[in-house]
């Protein structure tokens, strides 16, 4: 499953499939981002990161794009588990100390 | 061992009240903050400290006091309470600014 667009905020995916979360991000000059996972009554939890001078990062199950001519960021999932169901979020450093967070996504995996 | 805490977990009072929210890390980290989240789960810094000292203050109402005693504390006074102050409230800490925070599990504030 893929969120297409800006942003998404549902995304449905069957288990076992790959899962395509996708961010746009506000500006130019932002050199650091990272993707967090929020479960149902916690706090976000650090999923993976990646600098402006990369354009591709991997983990464990997961894979960080970043594409700086359109501001755009995705975290793929492969083999999408039921643990997996979470609300998705992007955030970027503008260079200000601060990271500023987009809307989320909310990620439902079906048996 | 929990590397991010926050206490308590539930906070339900009146409107006109003021609470505390307090938050402790044991990562050794010089950076600690406080986000608000929203109903539709967006997320917002408030208040930024670095070693004790304020960094960032969000536009946040002064009704909103941060504190830091040290650097592995920093605790939360809000004033005279709205309605419209209800929401959840998550400390996080970093070992340098706006870089990979560590949350802790967030305050439910509910404003009666």
């Known amino acids: 499953g893929e969120s297409v667009g800006l942003h998404l905020p549902t995304l449905s995916v069957q288990e076992g499939d790959n899962s395509i979360i996708n961010c746009a991000y506000s500006?130019?000059?932002?050199?650091?981002f990272i993707w967090y996972k929020q479960e149902s009554g916690k706090g976000p939890q650090f999923i993976i990161d990646?600098?402006?001078?990369?354009d591709k990062r991997q983990g464990q199950r997961v894979t960080v794009l970043l594409n700086k001519t359109v501001k755009h960021l995705s975290l793929q999932i492969a083999a999408t588990q039921p643990g997996d169901s979470a609300v998705y979020f992007c955030?970027?450093?503008?260079?200000?100390?601060?990271?500023?967070f987009g809307a989320g996504t909310t990620v439902t995996v079906r048996a | 061992d929990t590397a991010v805490s926050q206490t308590p977990k539930y906070l339900v009072t009146q409107m006109g009240n003021d609470k505390s929210i307090k938050c402790e890390q044991n990562?050794?980290?010089?950076?600690m903050y406080w986000y608000k989240q929203d109903s539709k789960k967006f997320l917002k810094i408030m208040f930024s400290?670095?070693?004790?000292?304020?960094?960032i203050n969000e536009t946040v109402p002064n009704r909103f006091s941060p504190k830091s005693p040290d650097k592995a504390h920093l605790n939360l006074h809000i004033n005279s309470l709205e309605l419209g102050d209800s929401a959840v409230y998550f400390c996080?800490?970093?070992?340098?600014?706006?870089?990979?925070?560590?949350f802790g599990s967030g305050t439910q504030l509910s404003v009666l």
């Open positions: 996080a800490s970093s070992q340098r600014d706006g870089e990979k925070l560590f």
């Open positions: 500006n130019s000059a932002s050199d650091y």
């Open positions: 990646i600098r402006s001078n990369m």
């Open positions: 955030a970027e450093n503008m260079g200000d100390y601060k990271l500023s």
């Open positions: 990562l050794g980290h010089d950076t």
């Open positions: 400290y670095n070693n004790k000292e304020l960094i």
